[in-house]
């Protein structure tokens, strides 16, 4: 997860990121190597993150 204050997360070398909210709504699905959460509203959230090493679950909290 991003240190406190960030609102993005870097995963190594993603190939595709699927993000969610908390309810399990999708929100976006991103082919880049940068989550930017910055536009949506505090709380948490959740990236499946695919890449040649495989499948990632992450958890990621966007606090201001």
């Given amino acids: 997860a991003p240190p406190r204050g960030m609102n993005s997360y870097r ?3 993603t190939r ?3 993000v969610y909210d908390a309810t399990g709504r ?3 699905v991103a082919s880049t190597s940068q989550i930017d959460l910055s536009a ?7 990236a499946e993150v695919r890449s ?3 499948v990632a679950h992450v958890q990621l ?3 201001r």
Wanted: cysteine-free.
């Fill in 11 to 13: 995963p190594p070398r």
């Fill in 16 to 18: 595709t990121a699927t």
């Fill in 26 to 28: 999708l929100l976006f």
């Fill in 40 to 46: 949506y509203p505090p709380g948490l959230y959740h």
């Fill in 52 to 54: 040649a090493q495989g």
């Fill in 61 to 63: 909290m966007v606090q």
